[in-house]
């Protein structure tokens, strides 16, 4: 079964509009924690937002927030008030286990969200 | 600070060359890491190390290989370049206190 699954290849919303990015994954861990980076078209790998398995308040990072539901086993990215300038690809990744086992990444395929003036 | 630097930036190889991508870091963190992506597609994790001399295979780790000697450095080494190796390579850090982990800009390989 794949670890993290981003079920939107791409989308589009206008320019001042809210979207939501889904995230889904899948993990026997009780200790672990879901990242989002956005890659835009110059290819750099940039950190948005992290929340950890045991946070009780959803993560929030200026215009991102991220929508945990544990039970569900989700966490999915809100853009508020989207800007051209977020036209890229975004991706979802998981740490899993505790710090001391190195904190690697697994991610998933990515979701392409086009912002249109 | 730099941050994480990597070069070269682009590089075309033959079939059957090999060549080794260099990552730097100055930011004294514990952890490094080598990923790959592939043209539309997430990142997977090639080697990993938690500190000097110690190294992992990470989930595709056939033809490469990775050394540790120092905190800064973690070089990836390609044998006997394949066209499936075209991809983007990526290095990272992080540290054990935290869990983000930090980028260089990537390394476009060709093999052809």
């Known amino acids: 079964a794949q670890k993290i699954t981003q079920t939107q290849p791409g989308m589009f919303v206008q320019e001042k509009e809210a979207v939501t990015l889904d995230c889904t994954y899948d993990?026997?861990?009780?200790?672990?924690?879901l990242f989002w980076y956005k890659q835009p078209s110059s290819g750099e790998m940039i950190f948005l937002i992290y929340q950890g398995s045991y946070d009780e308040q959803n993560a929030t990072e200026g215009r991102y927030s991220l929508n945990f539901q544990k039970a569900r086993k989700s966490a999915n990215l809100v853009i508020s008030a989207s800007q051209l300038g977020d036209s890229a690809m975004y991706f979802c990744?998981?740490?899993?286990?505790?710090?001391?086992?190195?904190?690697?990444?697994?991610f998933g395929g990515g979701t392409r969200l086009m912002v249109k003036p | 600070n730099a941050g994480v630097t990597q070069t070269p930036k682009f590089r075309i190889l033959k079939i059957g060359q090999s060549m080794t991508l260099q990552c730097t870091q100055d930011m004294n963190h514990n952890y490094m890491y080598w990923y790959r992506q592939d043209p539309g597609m997430g990142l997977k994790l090639i080697y990993y190390s938690v500190g000097a001399g110690i190294t992992d295979k990470g989930e595709v780790p056939n033809g490469y290989n990775v050394s540790r000697s120092t905190t800064e450095d973690f070089p990836l080494r390609l044998e006997l370049a394949a066209p499936s190796q075209t991809s983007v390579y990526f290095c990272?850090?992080?540290?054990?206190?935290?869990?983000?982990?930090?980028f260089g800009p990537g390394t476009r390989l060709t093999v052809t």
């Open positions: 990744a998981m740490r899993e286990g505790l710090g001391n086992a190195g904190n690697m990444l697994t």
């Open positions: 990272a850090t992080g540290s054990h206190t935290t869990y983000e982990q930090y």
């Open positions: 993990t026997s861990d009780q200790s672990y924690g």
